[in-house]
């Protein structure tokens, strides 16, 4: 999955409610808790599903404040294990923990996640300040985990290889009150070389369909007004018990449910991309057209070395009946450069599909190999040819990207607002949201017209576009376009 999430204004948005309210009266219950998480959106969830089960066994979550002046009983640090640099990235940070811990001796400090899958007993043994270790398959565990930790003393630690219980069938802590994660699966059964996710998830186990229904109309009773549905590889939802049409028709099933005004979903596999996924979301009003499509590489031979199970032209293919059937999508990939025996024709094939494909944008990774994949093991490329190959890829996506957003310019969008005045709102007093088809939309609220709040939505007039994201300035005396729909 991509590591796409949140903007620094929605992020700084996120509502905690009537438990944060409980913390700035001073009850502070079992501990007052914060979760830094790593990662994609399979990890954000999860920090929420971490979150809920802390608050039903007494924690309360800190407030922003209490954040920035370290005034927390317990930091749980949810990680991510897809880049090489994660095992550095989780030791450095569990290191600026023990900092605090030297000033709040009872601080306890909680390691999770997919590098807690895997390392277990090791980052006890590295960090002994640490007080529990648990891994993606077992969040339920942690509360026990923290009560032995204060008896004992000692570092707890408990790592299942066995998926008992969803992570959808704990309590959850939503971020947002407008935008929701909702996961259908988890696990992968794919056998991509480069891949560590089969080893910290497992293999894939699909939710039924009604269990995801229910909690996405709990969701929108509860405020929600767009989901997100969450899968290693979401669109493979139902192949399981042999029905290969279970993620169209649970797309279908979302146009039905009253007040759910967006549904997107991430991250589909290629293979599994058939005509009915394109139709359902082409037909049901409330799906977004937008898409993330991983690439990975553009020359077939090295998408047989990863292990892709599809090649350039067929990748090309089924992008060109996606928008056939919906030409305004989005569609954003992941590719991945120097992945071992990649030669600079294999490169010249890639820069050949991304300049046909013309994604809205693309994440792009240098090949970081992953201890226990097969592909750690083949002959690795030199890191300055990588580097310059990754430079020249960026610099062509880059000019698609800046040539993409300015067809916008002078068009009227609708836009959901997810964040009040970010790191640069504030100065221009514009508040930030996501057009229907995710692009980015900082919003300049005219003079004498009201202002959004969060879940409200704007349709306005997009008067410039900038390198990754579009300004909407709107003046309503030269005809352009502000209006807010609540």
């Not at 059964?189 to 186990?205: A, H, L, M, Q, S």
Request: glycine letters at 8%.
């Amino acid at each position: 999955m991509n590591e796409d999430m949140m903007t620094e204004a929605e992020r700084a948005s996120i509502e905690a409610g009537s438990a944060d309210a409980r913390a700035i009266a001073g009850d502070r219950g079992k501990g007052v808790f914060h979760i830094d998480t790593l990662g994609c959106q399979m990890n954000v969830h999860d920090s929420e599903r971490i979150a809920g089960v802390l608050e039903a066994d007494g924690y309360v979550p800190a407030t922003e404040e209490q954040v920035a002046n370290r005034d927390l009983d317990l930091i749980v640090l949810n990680t991510c294990a897809v880049r090489e640099n994660a095992t550095e990235k989780m030791y450095g940070t569990v290191g600026r923990y023990n900092r605090i811990k030297l000033h709040r001796p009872n601080l306890q400090i909680a390691v999770g996640g997919c590098m807690a899958q895997l390392d277990r007993r090791k980052i006890a043994d590295t960090a002994p300040w640490v007080s529990a270790v648990f891994g993606t398959k077992n969040i339920d565990v942690l509360p026990r985990l923290l009560d032995q930790n204060r008896l004992t003393g000692k570092p707890q630690v408990e790592v299942a290889d066995k998926l008992d219980l969803l992570p959808s069938e704990l309590p959850a802590a939503r971020a947002s009150r407008v935008s929701a994660w909702v996961a259908i699966s988890v696990g992968c059964n794919n056998t991509c070389t480069f891949c560590i996710v089969p080893t910290t998830r497992g293999k894939e186990k699909d939710r039924r369909p009604g269990d995801i229904l229910d909690e996405i109309r709990r969701c929108v009773a509860n405020g929600a007004k767009e989901v997100t549905l969450l899968g290693q590889n979401v669109n493979s939802f139902g192949y399981g018990i042999g029905d290969r049409y279970a993620f169209s028709k649970l797309l279908r099933a979302c146009g039905e449910i009253e007040g759910l005004e967006r549904v997107r979903f991430t991250s589909p596999h290629p293979a599994a991309f058939t005509d009915d996924v394109i139709a359902a979301m082409a037909e049901t009003p409330n799906v977004m057209h937008q898409l993330h499509f991983p690439l990975q590489s553009g020359s077939d031979r090295i998408l047989r070395a990863m292990r892709r199970s599809y090649r350039a032209e067929k990748f090309l293919d089924i992008l060109g009946r996606i928008r056939a059937a919906m030409p305004d999508a989005q569609i954003s990939t992941d590719v991945i450069v120097g992945f071992p025996g990649e030669t600079e024709e294999d490169f010249q094939a890639t820069l050949d599909v991304m300049r046909r494909a013309r994604f809205s944008s693309a994440f792009m990774f240098i090949y970081s190999p992953r201890p226990g994949t097969p592909a750690a093991s083949m002959p690795q490329i030199p890191r300055d040819v990588v580097q310059e190959r990754f430079d020249r890829l960026v610099e062509l996506q880059e000019r698609i990207t800046e040539e993409n957003l300015a067809t916008f310019e002078g068009r009227d969008v609708e836009v959901m607002i997810t964040g009040m005045h970010g790191k640069k709102d504030s100065d221009t007093h514009r508040v930030t949201g996501r057009e229907k088809t995710g692009v980015l939309v900082h919003i300049g609220v005219p003079e004498g017209e009201p202002e959004p709040v969060i879940g409200d939505f704007v349709t306005v007039t997009v008067t410039h576009a900038g390198r990754h994201n579009l300004i909407a300035d709107p003046d309503p005396r030269k005809g352009q376009t502000y209006h807010v729909r609540h």
